[in-house]
């Protein structure tokens, strides 16, 4: 069974500097790889996604992902955090066969302190 | 704004009671995902339509019911509700619904019950 692991609840990070936020995988076959983002009483919001190809991923707000296939991780990355960045970060992989739903992590929260 | 519009934002009702919840997917998108958010579950999967038909179960109560009507809007019918279904109920689309597709799936702003 295709599963996502987020090894931590929360990272604590001030502003400015670098971020990580963890995710490893177990999958059969090829992985597509997702990161969103939910805001307090929001929804989630798409960051970014691995399908094929390069494996250092850039999506929205600057943030970036690095899918190592040998590690089964898919790291989500800032190079200088912000305030704003604070929220719950949920990585996800896309089950193969019929339905292709999203299969998600626990979450991590981002507190960014200023 | 992801496209994906969901009613109503905020409902409160009920123990006994049914709901709707409805979800207008991205225009093109064939496929709608539900999925149910709560404290102690996380996201938790409860169906999969593409293009009208049923394409996956999770782990939806019998109590819960969904639909995918001509104009691919969805609606998820919660009856006999219960203290414990209240959560933040999320419908997301995607164009394609295959696990071999790549494309993104997008969610909505999430439709907030409790049950009193």
């Known amino acids: 069974a295709q599963s996502v692991a987020q090894p931590e609840d929360q990272v604590n990070v001030a502003e400015g500097n670098p971020l990580t936020v963890k995710c490893t995988y177990s999958v059969s076959g090829n992985p597509y790889l997702f990161w969103y983002v939910q805001y307090p009483n929001r929804g989630l919001q798409f960051l970014l996604k691995y399908i094929t190809g390069d494996n250092l991923v850039k999506g929205s707000y600057g943030f970036e992902a690095e899918f190592n296939k040998s590690q089964t991780s898919f790291h989500l990355k800032k190079p200088s955090a912000l305030v704003s960045d604070s929220a719950l970060y949920f990585c996800?992989?896309?089950?193969?066969?019929?339905?292709?739903?999203?299969?998600f992590g626990q979450g991590t929260t981002l507190q960014v302190k200023p | 704004d992801s496209g994906v519009t969901q009613t109503p934002k905020h409902l409160i009702t009920a123990t006994g009671q049914r709901v709707t919840l409805r979800c207008s997917p991205r225009?093109?998108?064939?496929?709608v995902y539900w999925y149910q958010q709560s404290l102690d579950q996380g996201l938790q999967f409860l169906i999969h339509?593409?293009?009208?038909?049923?394409?996956a179960k999770g782990n939806i109560l019998e109590r819960f019911s969904a639909q995918q009507f001509p104009d691919l809007h969805s609606e998820l019918n919660l009856s006999s509700l219960e203290l414990g279904d209240s959560a933040l109920y999320f419908c997301?689309?995607?164009?394609?619904?295959?696990?071999?597709?790549?494309?993104?799936?997008?969610f909505g702003e999430g439709s907030w019950l409790t049950v009193v």
């Open positions: 225009s093109g998108d064939l496929s």
């Open positions: 996800a992989v896309r089950e193969s066969g019929n339905t292709g739903k999203l299969i």
């Open positions: 997301a689309s995607s164009a394609q619904g295959g696990g071999s597709s790549g494309s993104t799936i997008y």
């Open positions: 339509y593409y293009n009208g038909e049923e394409r």
